[in-house]
């Protein structure tokens, strides 16, 4: 017989204000008292918080626990099935309908042939830093339009119709508008999509809505998928971008060290998805009784996964709450594990290293303009972590000519 | 003939790619569908050991090693 289980509070709680980087004090004490922990959800349904890693990952593999957003059973009412397309929240077969057809198109040689892309992409935006002088928000100026721009030239949105579409994915990412704003900016990307898709099925172009176009998906399921592919492209990557930079602008020893070795570029692109886990939390319902961890998650009740704190978790990862660029380990949670693994972790990968690779490269006295107390985060309801905005400047005369 | 050691289910392949990156010389991704590809069904020394790993990393547990002394099918 277990002892009763460690209980944690409704989310979304603060994090630390000493370490903006660090899971909520919440989650780390449940830790401690084990991998899962009773919890309430926000709309009052008893469920369960898995906070340690080998618990999370096994769940994740486990096809006895659902993704459909149908069953989600955190709120007093019944959600509706996801749409389709929009296959992170559903389950086989409905889920492979529409992955498989985009695998390979997300495959590790295809993002390899878009690193010159990528390079010059990060250059002109390098370049228009150093043509404005520092301050700049690093943010607009670097983290969001990278990889907007080049999850867009895969998709296939015209150039012109990228800032009102970034405008309308903010609004409902950043978790700060009001319900009313929130529909409104769901119900416009809709609406474009559904222009987009009918507009890529009379006149295909090069590019992956186009290739989609000549299978069996119908134009529903198309905006479907779109939708998760540019939601997912613009917003996970550009958080990465953003925070990776700002926590090794507060980790000056992490820092100067990738700057001297470039060959630790990799891992450290690695370590800060681990550290900073930006989708820090995911939900399974529980198809059928499933015994964990000697607790019974009933048929029906819903979990919570926070891979930011599992990647945390002192049984896997030594001095977890480190941040270390030269650790060497077999596998994080960052892009989940599972059927639903991240379809464009090699795309985010490749982004990752080619984007701050030339950032701290072409800066060598990058540093924080503002104190880095007053760096705004995102509150903890926005689904992916960040920062709002992020001043930065450097020395003019020491930066290195493009 | 020797049964393989490694073998791969495509079935439950998702394509995330991460056997290629890790053992590139045992595993690739069929450029037409993403895929797992088996390059390698009986990797030397060195190369088992990145083959190991990517079978711990792979998403879908795709990959399979046969252990010495365990029945062929």
Redesign the interface.
């Known amino acids: 017989m277990s002892p009763s289980p460690h209980t944690v509070g409704t989310l979304p709680a603060h994090r630390p204000a000493a370490c903006p980087f660090d899971p909520p004090a919440e989650l780390r004490e449940a830790r401690r008292h084990g991998p899962i922990s009773r919890y309430t959800h926000p709309g009052g349904k008893p469920g369960w918080m898995i906070t340690g890693y080998d618990l999370a990952r096994s769940v994740?593999?486990d096809p006895r626990f659902s993704s459909r957003k149908d069953l989600l059973n955190v709120v007093d009412f019944s959600l509706p099935p996801a749409p389709p397309g929009e296959f992170l929240l559903m389950d086989e077969p409905q889920h492979s309908r529409y992955?498989?057809p985009l695998?390979?198109?997300?495959?590790?040689?295809r993002m390899r042939m878009l690193t010159e892309r990528v390079e010059q992409v990060t250059a002109e935006h390098l370049d228009a830093m150093a043509e404005t002088g520092g301050p700049v928000d690093l943010v607009t100026a670097f983290a969001k339009p990278i990889p907007t721009i080049v999850i867009c030239e895969i998709l296939g949105v015209p150039y012109e119709d990228r800032p009102s579409f970034q405008e309308q994915i903010d609004a409902f990412m950043g978790g700060e508008v009001s319900d009313e704003e929130l529909i409104a900016a769901y119900t416009a990307t809709q609406e474009y999509l559904a222009r987009l898709v009918a507009a890529k099925r009379a006149n295909p172009t090069d590019d992956v809505l186009s290739e989609l176009t000549a299978g069996d998906l119908t134009d529903e399921e198309l905006k479907g998928i779109s939708l998760i592919l540019l939601a997912a492209g613009f917003d996970t990557t550009a958080n990465m971008l953003s925070l990776g930079t700002y926590a090794l602008l507060r980790h000056p020893e992490q820092l100067a060290a990738l700057r001297e070795d470039p060959t630790l570029t990799d891992g450290a692109v690695e370590e800060l998805l681990r550290y900073l886990s930006v989708a820090k939390t995911f939900h399974r319902t529980a198809l059928e009784d499933v015994e964990l961890a000697g607790r019974t998650i009933e048929a029906g009740t819903t979990v919570v996964l926070s891979f930011h704190t599992a990647n945390r978790d002192p049984e896997r990862f030594a001095d977890p709450d480190a941040l270390d660029i030269r650790r060497t380990y077999?596998?994080h949670l960052a892009?989940?594990?599972?059927?639903h693994?991240?379809?464009g972790?090699?795309l985010a990968r490749l982004e990752m290293r080619v984007a701050l690779r030339a950032l701290i490269d072409r800066f060598p006295t990058l540093r924080l303009a503002v104190p880095a107390e007053e760096v705004a985060l995102r509150p903890e309801t926005a689904d992916i972590f960040g920062v709002k905005s992020l001043p930065v400047t450097w020395d003019e005369d020491q930066a290195v000519p493009a | 003939m020797t049964p393989s050691r490694v073998s791969v289910d495509r079935e439950r392949c998702i394509g995330a790619g991460m056997c290629a990156v890790t053992a590139p010389e045992v595993f690739d991704q069929d450029p037409g569908d993403g895929l797992v590809i088996l390059l390698d069904t009986d990797p030397t020394a060195s190369r088992e050991r990145a083959a190991r790993t990517a079978a711990g990393v792979c998403p879908s547990g795709a990959i399979t090693f046969r252990e010495p002394g365990t029945a062929g099918s």
């Open positions: 994740l593999a992955r498989k695998v390979g198109r997300f495959t590790v040689r077999d596998g892009f989940s594990h599972g059927i693994q991240c379809l972790q090699q």
